[in-house]
């Protein structure tokens, strides 16, 4: 009886305490971030702000350069709850901020038509059947309605998955194709900072090997390749591997063409290093069809739409014993928080898209002794920079 009651009155302080903090002060963090009154309704509302992420770095990889990428930002507001999203847009992707926003204005009308913001999986079933493509479109609002309904929940969703955050691993930190000196710097600050290495290869035998003994002379750090399909040939493609092997490198990220399945899977037999999918790796349904060919893949919200469907990915990989990585294109931290709340299965996390950016707009997750620390704060636990003042809208 005693017991009861003392549940019975911690209940009813809990929902006191509820009442009380919530959804004011959710909107306290929020404040400055609203250019317009929030939505007080029980209605779903999409707004928008076009962003462009200026690099800290020109930013090299095998086929391309930039200085910027563009992103669209986004909000679902309901019943004076708020939540943030992101669509990042690296050129290789397809998608623009035009092509994002006219998606956002046909998705607008179909998310009103959903009364109740827990139902994220219907949600984006129907968000998914809009268009073919606009895959970071649709992770903007994926993203958005899991800090939405992780703040009405008051929980992060790491948490409300069941994960253990002590168990994320290393982060990696990319070291882009650049000059001597700066592979030498980049290297060094990595190594310092407790990361792992990643390095981009994909070149010829003689730029590759170079670009490792050149890290090796100051750093013993465990290095990830990431070859981003640049070799055509198995033979050669073992070759590099067998020699990688003994420079304590631990992954290879996509040695060869997507489409080479059959001689990616002929490559991993023999691999004594695992190899992980990324171009070949988009959605759900690509898993299934890797299975046997690599030993894992590298999920990214961008490609496979946000959390949801990442979240269904990790179950199948894991069923299927298959790795994990959680990956991420140049972004804020608001996509990068997203992919923190998956870090704790993975194997690899290579979230430092939000670090190579100079004009970030909000902080969340950080990483300590060179692992990612998911924020313990409800939904993706983001709170806007200071001094950031956001246009949602809408319109364009
Ligand atoms: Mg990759």
Not at 210 to 219: A, D, F, K, L
């Amino acid at each position: 009886m005693t017991d009861r009651r003392t549940f019975l009155k911690s209940a009813g302080l809990l929902t006191a305490a509820a009442a009380l903090l919530s959804p004011s002060q959710i909107f306290a963090r929020a404040k400055g971030g609203f250019s317009s009154k929030p939505n007080g309704k029980k209605e779903l509302e999409l707004e928008w702000c076009p962003f462009t992420a200026k690099m800290k770095h020109v930013f090299t990889i095998s086929n391309s350069s930039r200085s910027t990428t563009p992103i669209v930002l986004t909000r679902i507001t309901y019943d004076g709850y708020v939540g943030y999203g992101e669509a990042a847009m690296p050129p290789y992707l397809g998608e623009t901020t035009n092509s994002a926003i006219d998606y956002l204005k046909k998705a607008r009308p179909f998310l009103k038509t959903f009364k109740d913001p827990f139902m994220i999986g219907e949600i984006m079933a129907e968000m998914d059947a809009i268009t073919t493509n606009n895959c970071a479109a649709k992770a903007s609002i994926d993203i958005a309605l899991h800090d939405l309904v992780g703040n009405m929940i008051g929980q992060p969703w790491w948490k409300i998955w069941g994960f253990n955050p002590k168990n994320c691993p290393y982060n990696s930190f990319t070291v882009g194709l650049a000059s001597r000196e700066e592979v030498l710097e980049k290297a060094k600050e990595a190594a310092a900072e407790g990361h792992l290495i990643k390095v981009k290869l994909g070149r010829t035998e003689e730029q590759d090997k170079m670009m490792i003994n050149t890290i090796r002379e100051v750093t013993d750090t465990t290095i990830c390749i990431d070859a981003n399909q640049g070799w055509k040939d198995k033979h050669y493609a073992l070759d590099m591997i067998n020699w990688l092997a003994t420079k304590n490198v631990n992954m290879i990220e996509q040695p060869m063409p997507k489409l080479m399945l059959e001689e990616t899977g002929w490559l991993t037999e023999r691999s004594p290093l695992p190899i992980m999918a990324d171009e070949a790796c988009q959605r759900l349904t690509d898993v299934k069809k890797l299975y046997g060919h690599y030993s894992g893949i590298n999920i990214k919200l961008m490609k496979c739409t946000g959390l949801h469907e990442a979240r269904e990915m990790v179950s199948l990989a894991q069923a299927l014993g298959m790795k994990l990585m959680i990956g991420c294109m140049t972004e804020t931290s608001v996509a990068i928080a997203a992919g923190a709340q998956i870090a704790p299965v993975c194997e690899w996390t290579d979230l430092d898209g939000n670090w190579l950016i100079a004009n970030d707009v909000f902080h969340s997750s950080t990483v300590e002794d060179g692992r990612i620390v998911p924020s313990s704060k409800p939904g993706l636990g983001l709170e806007m920079n200071k001094g950031v003042n956001l246009k949602y809208a809408a319109e364009e």
